[in-house]
């Protein structure tokens, strides 16, 4: 599977931003899909994931409520959709796949089946 992350810009606190990540693969389904971030000096922290189905997703407590993951298999692809940003939401965001929900979720994360390459997120206050 490989991933490509896009979307990303320079917003204003309380802007909205949709991130977008284009997979390849026919086995996309069968994968977990994962927002990850990672700012500047800090180590790579899970946003959200959704399951191969779309029917089960999971958020951190730092965005729960303000974003929404939605995944769109027909298409391969995962979306991303920010509201009500903030300057702590500034990082990197990556999209990840993996098979096992645990490994997107943990902290640090170190080992994903694939990644892909990020998209920055600039927010201004």
């Known amino acids: 599977v490989q991933l490509q992350a896009s979307g990303g810009g320079l917003v204003q606190t309380g802007d909205s931003l949709r991130l977008s990540c284009a997979a390849s693969g026919r086995t996309f389904s069968s994968y977990y899909m994962g927002w990850i971030r990672q700012a500047p000096g800090k180590e790579r922290e899970f946003v959200s994931a959704i399951s191969g189905s779309g029917g089960s997703t999971y958020y951190s407590d730092s965005v729960r409520g303000r974003f929404t993951i939605s995944r769109d298999n027909a298409k391969n692809r995962v979306y991303l959709q920010m509201n009500s940003l903030k300057p702590e939401d500034a990082a990197v965001y990556y999209c990840?796949?993996?098979?096992?929900?645990?490994?997107?979720?943990?902290?640090?994360?170190?080992?994903?089946?694939?990644w892909g390459r990020g998209t920055l997120v600039t927010v201004s206050s």
């Open positions: 990840a796949a993996d098979s096992a929900l645990s490994n997107l979720r943990s902290y640090p994360i170190r080992v994903v089946d694939y």
